[in-house]
């Protein structure tokens, strides 16, 4: 069911700042790899599983069967097929998302099947690049595995099959992420001014440096000896696999591979208040030199917490934990939350 055409690439630069491909797929082409016999094979590796992968199967073959909604899906995965590297625009699906979700009615209720449907059958492009740049295949994989893993999250706060989070995973596509450990990274250029000063000019003469990107996905504690092992394994991999970043760096200016960004509800001093000073979200926050905030980032603490999206009743939220009681109260007596943006150099 994979897309195999891998052959149809065009390699841009050495080493490799982007792969493109040569030639679109047809709806034909679509059409047997959404039915083919590999197929839970696929939706296995790609993290798919449980309700997610028993309600897809169907939906899948019923979209294969519809000649305007395979048009559509078809021109999803040769958009996000198209190119992955430094630098490349991942696809602004969430631009799109109005007209997917009213096709997406013909077959089921809720959001996000088109786009989880061309995510199946557009992954040649990304996992070259992530060969091209050294990242072997069981890595890859889990990569990409995070379509499943923002489906369950979905689910969780939906109790339904669905995909909302579109542009992050289009992001995984256009080959921006990698997953080492417990933590996930990627790779940006960010305003210097922002890194070192916390202040945001952007002008087109300032200057910016790569850095990595740090995201935490929600599947675990973060005990501070997995966090540490991320970054360890984060700064071997992209000092080994992207030493072109590292060239031209100013003096004084941090080495490629030793530099962090987070920007992330989890960057709030309001945990050590919920949790203590030394519970592992307390910790992880501290780790952070901050270089901004935003007071107004409720939003990012309901959906990570709770899964839920406003409008939401904060009165009828639940107070299971600790950490879900202190934002639960939060959110309802109007403080809010405060979320962060931080630097972080080893």
């Known amino acids: 069911m994979t897309d195999r055409r891998d052959a149809q690439l065009e390699v841009l630069g050495d080493p490799p700042q982007a792969l493109r491909a040569l030639s679109p797929l047809s709806p034909a082409e679509v059409r047997v790899m959404l039915t083919a016999p590999s197929r839970p094979a696929l939706l296995e590796q790609l993290g798919i599983t449980g309700a997610d992968a028993a309600e897809l199967g169907p939906l899948a073959d019923a979209a294969a069967a519809d000649h305007e909604l395979l048009a559509e899906i078809t021109e999803i995965a040769d958009a996000l097929r198209s190119a992955a590297g430094l630098e490349v625009p991942a696809l602004d699906l969430a631009a799109q998302k109005e007209h997917h979700d009213a096709l997406q009615q013909r077959l089921a209720p809720g959001e996000g099947l088109l786009p989880i449907l061309a995510f199946l059958v557009s992954t040649s492009t990304v996992r070259a690049w992530h060969a091209a740049r050294g990242l072997d295949e069981q890595l890859s994989w889990r990569v990409l595995a995070d379509l499943g893993q923002q489906m369950r999250v979905h689910r969780r706060g939906t109790e339904q099959l669905g995909l909302h989070q579109l542009n992050w995973v289009t992001g995984n596509w256009a080959g921006r992420l990698v997953h080492l450990g417990r933590l996930q990274f990627d790779l940006s250029r960010r305003r210097v001014a922002r890194l070192e000063q916390g202040a945001e000019r952007t002008g087109p003469d300032e200057p910016q440096r790569w850095v990595i990107g740090t995201h935490i996905p929600a599947t675990g504690p973060l005990d501070p000896k997995s966090v540490e092992e991320s970054f360890a394994a984060a700064t071997a991999y992209f000092t080994a696999h992207y030493p072109d970043l590292g060239l031209d760096r100013p003096a004084g200016a941090p080495a490629f591979g030793h530099e962090f960004t987070c920007d992330s509800w989890l960057l709030s001093d309001e945990f050590a208040e919920?949790?203590?000073?030394?519970?592992?979200?307390?910790?992880?926050?501290?780790?952070?030199?901050?270089?901004?905030?935003?007071?107004?980032?409720?939003?990012?603490?309901?959906?990570?917490?709770?899964?839920?999206?406003?409008?939401?009743?904060?009165?009828?939220?639940?107070?299971?934990?600790?950490?879900?009681?202190?934002?639960?109260?939060?959110?309802?007596?109007?403080?809010?939350?405060?979320?962060?943006?931080?630097?972080?150099?080893?």
Do not use: Q
């Not at 030199?289 to 709770?306: K, M, T």
């Open 274 to 346: 919920i949790a203590g000073p030394e519970s592992n979200l307390a910790r992880f926050a501290s780790l952070w030199e901050r270089i901004g905030s935003d007071p107004h980032g409720g939003d990012g603490a309901l959906f990570f917490v709770f899964g839920k999206r406003p409008p939401f009743d904060p009165a009828a939220l639940p107070r299971r934990t600790r950490l879900e009681a202190g934002v639960a109260e939060r959110l309802a007596d109007g403080r809010g939350w405060t979320t962060g943006s931080g630097r972080l150099v080893r």
